[in-house]
């Protein structure tokens, strides 16, 4: 008889087993908890309730159940949980295809369900495989593609993770007691997960855990270097690393700039713009010379991007957004609406929170280490508020609107 993945001895490698699974599968249960609890503040920390500008997920329903006032403190916040979120996911990509790869033959075992409640598990394996794999493609084409699916990838990532991450939970519950006792027993032979008629080996099962290991620590060294000033280079597999960014005061990380996004020169020179600022007590129209006889604080703060990559602290000076909130009526704190000179594209406008616009190191900046804010860091005034993502630090900014949002 002819030997299909259907048959048991179809799969030989004598690497499968309960241990080397076992290994695998308490690293994601870590790993994952992790991706999926940093991935839930990420989504908290877009004001995602601020409609109808930041919610992308209108739909979300008790899925937001957990939603709370992005903090402000400490203002590194954002640069480390997506730090972690990103590095950490890409990380843990050899190991979800090595485990993945452990347990492959299980996918072809016969018959495909004894009982209903087989039936019912290998379904929610569906949700976990599929889900899995769903979230972390979604994951790096973001991160490296820049949003190959304009609008669409925040509810895919959103939604994906809950089905993901259900499926993860019952499949943990279910498979944990096991996998603890799988760590013990490198050398067991039997089991589902073992090949009944094992070929001769050619790594052992440490060795394959290693080139595992190996891998994940060759994408962490080629990664993790673009949350850093200074490291950027490292990161060779990153789409802004491999290199660092030109020297001067606006010589750290450029998301877009001002060409990609369409701002011509002639709107944003001294004569032609103007910052129109709207609140209770009506609509404020500042000239720059005005702004810059306000009273000016400086701030040192990042940008940190959901691509994952931040930059060091810089020192920004501006205007205090709260100091703009009163000059048209909100001396007590109120959410902001911030819409910038682009035309087209999905950060040209972004909410922020009464707790951030109170903040007094959140600025409308108008320099940047101690000179003028360049073209492509947002000339003429651009928004900086502690611990928030990048997304929400709007740039080329054209007017306000404060009031309940
Ligand atoms: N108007 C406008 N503001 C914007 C963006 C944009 O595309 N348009 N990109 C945002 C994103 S996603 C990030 S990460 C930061 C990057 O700021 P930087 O380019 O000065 O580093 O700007 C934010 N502000
Ligand atoms: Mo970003």
Known sequence: M?????????????????????????????????LFVTGLLSYAAYNPDLSPVNDKTPDKGILGFYLFSWPTHPHWLYRLTQGVHVTLGVVLIPVLLAKLWSVVPRLFALPPARSLAHALERISLLLLVGGG???????????????VFPGSFYPLHFYGAWVFFAAFLAHAVLKTPAAVRGVRQLRSERGELTS??????????????????????????????????????????????????AAGPGGFQI???AARAGIRA?????????????????????????????P??????????VEGWSTSDQWWRGVRLRDLAALVGHDDPADVLVESLQRHGAFRRAALRANQVADPRSLLALFVN????????????????????????????????????
């Open 2 to 34: 002819r030997r299909t993945p259907f048959s048991p001895d179809f799969w030989r490698s004598p690497v499968r087993g309960p241990w080397f699974t076992s290994v695998l599968g308490l690293v994601l249960l870590g790993g994952v908890t992790v």
């Open 133 to 147: 794999l769903f979230e972390f493609t979604t994951g790096v084409l973001n991160v490296q593609l820049d949003y």
């Open 196 to 245: 009944p008629r094992p070929a001769e080996p050619t790594v052992s099962r440490r060795g394959a855990l290693g080139l595992v290991g190996g891998g994940s620590l060759v994408l962490f060294a080629t990664t993790a270097g673009q949350t850093s000033d200074g490291l950027r280079w490292t990161a060779l597999l990153a789409p802004h690393g491999g290199g660092e960014p």
């Open 255 to 257: 998301n877009k700039t």
């Open 266 to 294: 002639a709107e944003t020179r001294e004569d032609a713009w103007r910052l129109v600022l709207t609140g209770r007590a009506g609509t404020v129209r500042l000239a720059r010379a005005e702004l810059l006889r306000l």
């Open 296 to 305: 000016l604080h400086s701030a040192a703060l990042p940008i940190a991007c």
């Open 370 to 405: 101690g000179e003028e804010l360049t073209p492509d860091h947002g000339h003429p005034a651009r928004i900086i508020v502690p611990a928030a993502p990048g997304v929400l630090n709007t740039k080329w900014v054209a007017g306000m609107t404060f009031g309940d949002l």
